[in-house]
């Protein structure tokens, strides 16, 4: 699987967007791009996923490169509630087994 | 929503004493995950299942045991624990057809 590059932190004011990218430069054409985020003291979370095109739910937004080098995870409107470690995965689309989690982005909501 | 349930939140065992973490999930998804998560580390792989009855091993299993003899219900059994063995263990399922991991919300262990 491919790996992926993330900050270790990042600090977001309340109430604004917050961007969290994600490289993975070795990216295989048949690679999905996963977000999964993990509150403290609990499970993870899965956010969103994308192959190519950009992706939109309730959570949140996923925008991939044209390359699929890169992706930017977007939080709309962070709320104090979003502080979490964000992961982002990169995981063959016929692989519908285990997942492999880095170190992920420590996010911070401030007031 | 698919809920996966873990029976302990906490648990504090004795060094050698034998553990059972269970976990049971609700939407009958064929894959299920055993994953520790330690400090520095993040999530490891121990054992997952694809069916009943069926066991792969993942990236950490020595040491482990698992069990599935119903679709909802993946066992992890650790036959003699020990304290390298203190973690926060995480059960997932999946459905096959989709791609999302749903996780429980994880089971504290101390091995004392």
């Known amino acids: 699987d491919a790996k992926t590059t993330q900050p270790p932190s990042m600090d977001c004011a309340e109430g604004r967007a917050a961007n969290l990218p994600c490289n993975h430069s070795?990216?295989?054409?048949?690679?999905?791009v996963y977000w999964y985020r993990q509150i403290h003291s609990q499970g993870p979370q899965y956010i969103i996923h994308?192959?190519?095109n950009n992706e939109t739910n309730e959570m949140a937004s996923l925008i991939i490169t044209e390359d699929r080098k890169s992706s930017t995870l977007i939080l709309p409107h962070a709320t104090l509630r979003d502080t979490a470690v964000y992961y982002c995965?990169?995981?063959?689309?016929?692989?519908?087994?285990?997942?492999?989690f880095g170190a992920g982005t420590q996010v911070v909501v401030t007031p | 929503d698919v809920k996966v349930t873990q029976s302990s939140r906490y648990l504090v065992k004795r060094t050698g004493e034998k553990v059972f973490l269970e976990c049971v999930q609700d939407?009958?998804?064929?894959?299920m995950f055993w994953y520790r998560q330690d400090p520095g580390l993040g999530l490891r792989l121990i054992y997952f299942?694809?069916?009943?009855?069926?066991?792969e091993k993942g990236d950490i299993p020595e040491g482990y045991s698992v069990s599935r003899e119903k679709k909802e219900r993946f066992s992890l059994i650790l036959e003699s624990a020990s304290t390298n063995q203190t973690s926060m263990y995480l059960c997932?399922?999946?459905?096959?057809?989709?791609?999302?991991?749903?996780f429980g919300s994880g089971t504290r262990l101390t091995v004392v």
């Open positions: 995965i990169v995981r063959p689309t016929d692989s519908w087994g285990k997942l492999q």
């Open positions: 070795t990216i295989s054409g048949n690679e999905y």
């Open positions: 994308g192959l190519k």
């Open positions: 939407m009958d998804h064929e894959n």
């Open positions: 299942s694809y069916d009943v009855k069926m066991k």
């Open positions: 997932a399922s999946q459905d096959s057809t989709r791609y999302g991991y749903t």
